[in-house]
C-alpha cells in the first residue's frame, strides 16, 4: 500500500515537474519573440534611421574641458588663474617608438633632460593615454617651426591647452594648493560619485589646499562637440557643439597681502601662523613655512623637483597650520585660568608665592624664572607668566576638569575646516591615555602628570587652527566658530553668489567678567610683560601671550642653554594674541619652530601681521604690490 | 597491426562516451560563431582569439570531466563547493582588491579571481542537493529555507557590488526552487513582494547602477557617459539592417564605437555583420540547445538530475536573452557574456561545465519511459 502510494505521488511530482519545464519552454519562446520583434523593429523598420546614425558615426564626441574656475582673495585678488599655452604632444598609439620621436624632435625643437624625465613620469602615471605633452609653454617661433616641419612628425601634435597659474608662487601655497595630473585613485573616486564623465578631456585635478576641497565647483562641465572623422580617426569637420560651462571661481576669506606679510615675517624659518575673525570664523591669513611654488606642478612636476619636495627634512608639502600638532607651552596659561576662574578654582585676587619650583612629591617642578616670581596673583601669573602658580593650579583642579574644559575650546578635536588633511592633536585626559597606550601600567594616569600640564607641557599637543579658534573663541566670549578659507562661490556668467554664512559650532557659557579678566591680563603682556618688548609703542591695543614649547625634555636639574642644544632640538616660540582688546577683529596663533623663547621669535612675527592689518603698516623691505595694474588683467583671462 | 589498432578505437570509444553529441554539436557552432565575430572584433589585438582557443580547449576538457561523473558524484560536491564560495565571499569582503570601485576579486598571489563566478554552478547545485535529500517531505518550511540559502550569497554579491552576477545567481538559485514545485500561489507573492520592495531597493542601489537603469529610459541624456554604451549598440544592432554589412565590415566596431566589444557587446558586433538572418541563426541555435536541455531535464532519473539540468538549461537562456536584451537596448546594461560567444576564459569554464552536466544527467537518465 504504501509502496504505490509513494509510487504514485512521486509520479505526480514528475507530472508536476514536466508540466513546468512546458512553462519554461514556452517562456523561452515568448521571450525570444520579443527579441526577434526587436531585431525586426531596428533592422528592419527603422533599419534606414540606424544606417544613417552609423554613418554619422564617422562622427566623434570630442570633450571640451572647461575652463577652471579662478581662485580669489577676499580683496579680489586673483591668486589662481589659468593662461592659454601651445603644447607639443606625442599620441604614443600613433608613433612606433616614443623614445625615436623625442630624439628627432629634440633636432628641431629644445627638449630638456627635465622634460624628457617629465615626459616618462606621466607616461608612467597616467593610464591608457591618447596623448601626453613632451613640451609645454612653446615659445611662437617654436610653434612656427614646428608648423613648418609637421610632416615629418607623424603622431606628434600641437595643442592649445588651459595651464593654471600662480601669480604669487608659494605664498598661500598650502591654502590654494596643488594640481595634479588625475591618477587611478582619483578615477576610481570619480567613478565613485559619477563624475568620472564629466572628466573626460581633463587631464589635471586638484589634489591639495582650496584646489581639491573646492574640486567640484572649480571644475566646471565639460561641453562636447561632434566632429566628423575619416576612417583613421582624424577629424574633418565639426558638426555640433556644445560648450563647455566654465567653473565657479572660488573667493577666499584670506587677505592674500595680509598672508604675505605673514610669510615673510618668517624669513627662512619654519613654523606656522593662523589669523582668524573672531564671530565669523573667517580665516584671514594661513601660514605653513617653508612652503613650495604651486607653478612647479602645474605641467607635471619632474621627478627631481618632486622627490626633493617629499624628502626635505623642512617638509614642505606638509600643511603644519592644520596638520602639524604642538605643545600649546605657556600660551596655555589664559585658558588654564579662565578654566580656574569658571570652575571656581581660583579667585582673580588669590595669591600664591612662587619660590621658583614646586615640588610634587619627590619631584621638582621648575620654573623658568630661578627665584620664581614672589608674589603672584591670577594677573600676574598671565603676565609674567608664572609656572608655579599653573603647576598648583594644575594640581588643584585635576586632569579631568582640565580636560573637560578644553575640550569646550575645540581642543584636541578638528576644528572641521574647508581644508583636507586636518590632524586631530592631543587632549590629555586619563580616557586618551587609556585608549592611547597597550600596557596596563602606561595606561594609568599618575597625578604627577597632570602638573606639567597645567603649563601646556607634557601630552598637550593642538594643531595652530586649534589654538587660534581657541582664541578666537575667548575673543568673541564664547562664540565659536567653524573656521573657513572660503566665503563664497562666485558664478562667474551669471556673477550669482553662494555665500557660506558663519557656522556657530558651540556657544561656550563663558561668564563676561571672567572673559574680561583674562583679556585684561593678556593685555598686560603685552604692556608690561612678556610681549611688552614685542609690542613697545604699538598704536592699537591688543592681548597676547607668549610661549615656549620645549621640544625635548630636560632632566629636572639641568639647566637649558640653547647654544649646547641642536637646532632641531630647540624649544618652539609660540605667540597667541587678539586686537583690538574691544570687540576683536582679529585672533591669531604663530609658531616658529625652534625658535627659542616665545618672545623673541613668534612675537615680532605676530606684531608685524597686527601692524599690517589694523594699520596697514608694511615692514621695511616689503613692498605693496600694486593691485590695479598687476592683477586687472588676469580675470579677462579666464 | 590488429594490436595495435584495437587500443585506439577503445580509447576512442572511451573518449566520446557520454558526450551528447546533440548538445555538443550546438554547443561548437555556437562557439564557431563566435569566434567569427570574436576575429572581427580582435582586428587590433589577433592574440585575441588565439586566447580563447586556449580558454575553449581548457572548458572542453572540464565538460568532458564532469560529463563522466554521475549525477550521484556530482552531489557530493554541492555541500563543499557551497561552503567553500561562501567563505570566499566573505574574504573578498574583508581583503578584496577594488577594481573600478567594486570589490570583486580576490588575490591569491598569483593571480586574482572573482569567487562570485563559481557560485553561479554552486549554489543551485546545493539548491538541488538540499531539495534531493528532503523529497517527498517538501514544506513551504523547505522552500524558506532553500530561499536562505539562495539569499544569503546573493546578498554578499550585491554588496560587492555586482548587480550583474547577483541576479544571474539569484536567477539560477530560483530556477530550482521552481522546478521543485514552489506552488504558483506562493510564487505569486513573491513576485508582488518583490515589485514592492523595489522602491526601498531603489534606494539601496548605488549610483553608477541607478543610472544605468535611468540611461535605459532615456540613454540620450548621458551621451558621454552611461548612455554611450547602448546607443552605440543599439546603432551597430540597426545599421545591420536584414543581411548584415558583411563580416570584417562592421564600421561600428572597426571604428571603436563600441565598447567591450569583445566581451559583453559582442553580439553588437556579430549582430551589424551579418544582420537579422544571422540573428535567426544565432536565436534558433539558443532555443535548440535549450530545448535539447530542457528534455534532458525532462527524462532525468533523479530529483537532483531533474533540478540541475532544468536549472542549468534555464540558466542557458537567461544569459542569452539577458545579453541580447541589453545589447539591443531593451534591458539595462548589466554585465552579463554572451553564452559561448563572448570573449573570456571564466564565462566559458561555467558554461562547459553546465553542458558537461546536462550530458551527465542525459547519460544516466531513466532507463524505462513510464
Known amino acids: 500500500m504504501m509502496g504505490t502510494a509513494e509510487l504514485r505521488n512521486s509520479e505526480r511530482e514528475l507530472q508536476r515537474f514536466q508540466l513546468r519545464v512546458g512553462v519554461a519552454g514556452i517562456a523561452m519562446l515568448v521571450a525570444f519573440g520579443i527579441l526577434i520583434s526587436r531585431f525586426v523593429f531596428l533592422q528592419v523598420v527603422q533599419h534606414d534611421h540606424y544606417r544613417s546614425k552609423a554613418e554619422d558615426n564617422r562622427i566623434s564626441i570630442v570633450p571640451i574641458p572647461p575652463n577652471r574656475g579662478l581662485v580669489i582673495d577676499r580683496n579680489g585678488v586673483v591668486v589662481a588663474r589659468n593662461y592659454s599655452g601651445y603644447t607639443l604632444e606625442i599620441f604614443p598609439r600613433r608613433v612606433k617608438s616614443v623614445e625615436a620621436t623625442i630624439d628627432e624632435l629634440s633636432e628641431l625643437i629644445e627638449v630638456t633632460p627635465r622634460d624628457r624625465a617629465r615626459f616618462k613620469r606621466l607616461t608612467v602615471e597616467t593610464r591608457n593615454p591618447e596623448s601626453l605633452p613632451i613640451r609645454t609653454r612653446l615659445t611662437d617661433e617654436e610653434v612656427a617651426k614646428f608648423a613648418a616641419n609637421r610632416f615629418r612628425y607623424e603622431g606628434v601634435e600641437i595643442k592649445a591647452r588651459l595651464f593654471r597659474q600662480y601669480p604669487f608662487g608659494d605664498v598661500g601655497s598650502h591654502v590654494i594648493g596643488y594640481m595634479g595630473r588625475i591618477n587611478q585613485a582619483d578615477q576610481s573616486r570619480l567613478e565613485e560619485e559619477g563624475v568620472d564623465a564629466n572628466y573626460r578631456g581633463t587631464d589635471y585635478i586638484g589634489k591639495s589646499g582650496v584646489e581639491a576641497t573646492y574640486e567640484r565647483e572649480l571644475h566646471g562641465n565639460t561641453g562636447f562637440e561632434q566632429v566628423e572623422i575619416d576612417a583613421a580617426g582624424r577629424g574633418i569637420r565639426t558638426l555640433s557643439h556644445t560648450p563647455a560651462v566654465s567653473g565657479h571661481h572660488v573667493v577666499l576669506t584670506l587677505d592674500m597681502r595680509l598672508q604675505r606679510v605673514a610669510e615673510n615675517a618668517f624669513g627662512e624659518r619654519r613654523g606656522a601662523l593662523v589669523a582668524l575673525e573672531p564671530g565669523t570664523g573667517a580665516v584671514l591669513a594661513l601660514v605653513s613655512k617653508p612652503g613650495f611654488d604651486l607653478n612647479l606642478f602645474v605641467d607635471g612636476i619632474d621627478p627631481q623637483a618632486w ?19 604642538y605643545p600649546p607651552g605657556s600660551t596655555f596659561k589664559p585658558f588654564m585660568a579662565l578654566a580656574a ?102 595606561q594609568r594616569w599618575y597625578p604627577g602628570e597632570t602638573i606639567s600640564i597645567g603649563i601646556g607641557q607634557g601630552y598637550n599637543a593642538y594643531t595652530p587652527i586649534q589654538l587660534a579658534q581657541a582664541m578666537a573663541t575667548v575673543a568673541a566670549n564664547g562664540a565659536m566658530y567653524r573656521p573657513r578659507v572660503v566665503g563664497h562661490i562666485e558664478n562667474p556668467r551669471t556673477r550669482g553668489r553662494r555665500s557660506f554664512e558663519p557656522e556657530l559650532t558651540a556657544q561656550v557659557p563663558l561668564k563676561r567678567e571672567y572673559v574680561e579678566f583674562v583679556k585684561r591680563a593678556m593685555a598686560g603682556v603685552n604692556k608690561e610683560g612678556t610681549g611688552a618688548r614685542a609690542f613697545a609703542k604699538a598704536e592699537y591695543t591688543s592681548g597676547g601671550k607668549t610661549g615656549t614649547a620645549q621640544v625635548i625634555a630636560m632632566k629636572q636639574n639641568e639647566k637649558y642653554d640653547e647654544s649646547k642644544v641642536a637646532e632641531r632640538h630647540r624649544d618652539h616660540s609660540l605667540f597667541i594674541a587678539f586686537a583690538p582688546l574691544d570687540n576683536p577683529i582679529i585672533a591669531m596663533v604663530a609658531i616658529v619652530e625652534n625658535g627659542g623663547f616665545g618672545a623673541r621669535a613668534a612675537a615680532p ?17 616689503l613692498q ?12 579677462e583671462s579666464d | 597491426m590488429e594490436l595495435a589498432r584495437i587500443p585506439v578505437r577503445r580509447i576512442a570509444l572511451r573518449l566520446v562516451e557520454g558526450i551528447d553529441s546533440t548538445l555538443l554539436v550546438l554547443i561548437l557552432s555556437l562557439c564557431m560563431l563566435g569566434f567569427a565575430a570574436l576575429f572581427s572584433a580582435s582586428y587590433d589585438s589577433p592574440g585575441r582569439v588565439l586566447n580563447q582557443c586556449v580558454s575553449l580547449s581548457i572548458a572542453l576538457t572540464a565538460m568532458w570531466l564532469t560529463a563522466q561523473m554521475t549525477p550521484q558524484t556530482l552531489m557530493r560536491f554541492a555541500v563543499p563547493a557551497y561552503v567553500a564560495g561562501i567563505v570566499l565571499l566573505v574574504l573578498v569582503a574583508l581583503f578584496g582588491d577594488v577594481v573600478n570601485g567594486a570589490r570583486r576579486w580576490l588575490n591569491i598571489g598569483v593571480a586574482r579571481f572573482q569567487p562570485s563566478e563559481m557560485l553561479k554552478l554552486a549554489v543551485p547545485l546545493m539548491l538541488a542537493w538540499y531539495f534531493h535529500r528532503r523529497e517527498a517531505t517538501l514544506r513551504l518550511r523547505d522552500f524558506a529555507l532553500a530561499g536562505l540559502l539562495l539569499g544569503v550569497p546573493v546578498g554578499l554579491i550585491l554588496r560587492q557590488p555586482d548587480l550583474g552576477t547577483a541576479s544571474l545567481v539569484g536567477a539560477a538559485g530560483f530556477y530550482v526552487i521552481f522546478f521543485a514545485g514552489i506552488s504558483w500561489r506562493v510564487l505569486g507573492g513573491l513576485a508582488g513582494l518583490f515589485a514592492l520592495a523595489l522602491f526601498p531597493l531603489w534606494g539601496m542601489l548605488h549610483d553608477y547602477q541607478r543610472r544605468r537603469v535611468l540611461t535605459l529610459l532615456d540613454p540620450t541624456q548621458d551621451p558621454l557617459g552611461a548612455g554611450y554604451h547602448i546607443i552605440q549598440s543599439t546603432i551597430a544592432v540597426g545599421s545591420g539592417g536584414i543581411s548584415g554589412k558583411g563580416w570584417l565590415n562592421g564600421t561600428q566596431a572597426h571604428l571603436e564605437f563600441i565598447p567591450e566589444r569583445h566581451t559583453d557587446f559582442i553580439f553588437a558586433v556579430y549582430s551589424e555583420e551579418f544582420g537579422l538572418i544571422g540573428n535567426l541563426v544565432l536565436l534558433v541555435l539558443y532555443a535548440l540547445l535549450i530545448g535539447r536541455g530542457l528534455v534532458i531535464a525532462a527524462n532525468a532519473a533523479t530529483l537532483f538530475a531533474r533540478l540541475m539540468a532544468g536549472s542549468v538549461t534555464l540558466m542557458f537562456f537567461t544569459y542569452a536573452f539577458v545579453n541580447m536584451g541589453m545589447v539591443s537596448g531593451i534591458l539595462p546594461v548589466v554585465g552579463v557574456p554572451l553564452p559561448f560567444l563572448s570573449y573570456g576564459g571564466t564565462a566559458l569554464l561555467t558554461l562547459f561545465i553546465g553542458a558537461g552536466i546536462l550530458m551527465s544527467v542525459q547519460r544516466h537518465r531513466k532507463l524505462v519511459q513510464t
Request: no cysteine; aromatic share 8%.
Open chain 1, 605 to 621: 612675527i605676530s606684531r608685524t601681521v597686527l601692524d599690517y592689518y589694523l594699520l596697514g603698516k608694511l615692514p621695511p623691505g
Open chain 1, 624 to 635: 605693496e604690490p600694486t593691485p590695479e595694474d598687476e592683477f586687472e588683467d588676469d580675470k
Open chain 1, 341 to 442: 576662574l569658571e570652575l571656581g578654582k581660583r579667585r582673580p585676587n588669590s595669591t600664591i608665592n612662587d619660590p621658583g619650583y614646586f615640588v610634587f612629591g619627590d619631584r621638582r617642578f621648575r620654573d623658568s624664572k630661578p627665584g620664581g616670581h614672589g608674589v603672584v596673583d591670577l594677573h600676574k601669573s598671565i603676565v609674567v607668566s608664572s609656572d608655579v602658580y599653573y603647576y598648583m593650579l594644575a594640581n588643584d583642579m585635576g586632569i579631568d576638569a582640565i580636560a573637560g574644559f578644553m575640550k569646550q575650546l575645540g581642543l584636541g578635536q578638528p576644528t572641521g575646516i574647508d581644508l583636507h588633511g586636518e590632524a586631530a592633536g592631543v587632549l590629555p585626559s586619563p580616557e586618551w591615555k587609556t585608549k592611547r597606550f597597550r600596557r596596563p601600567e602606561q
Open chain 1, 307 to 325: 622627490t626633493e619636495l617629499n624628502n626635505s627634512p623642512d617638509r614642505p608639502l606638509n600643511n603644519r597650520a592644520i596638520a602639524g600638532v
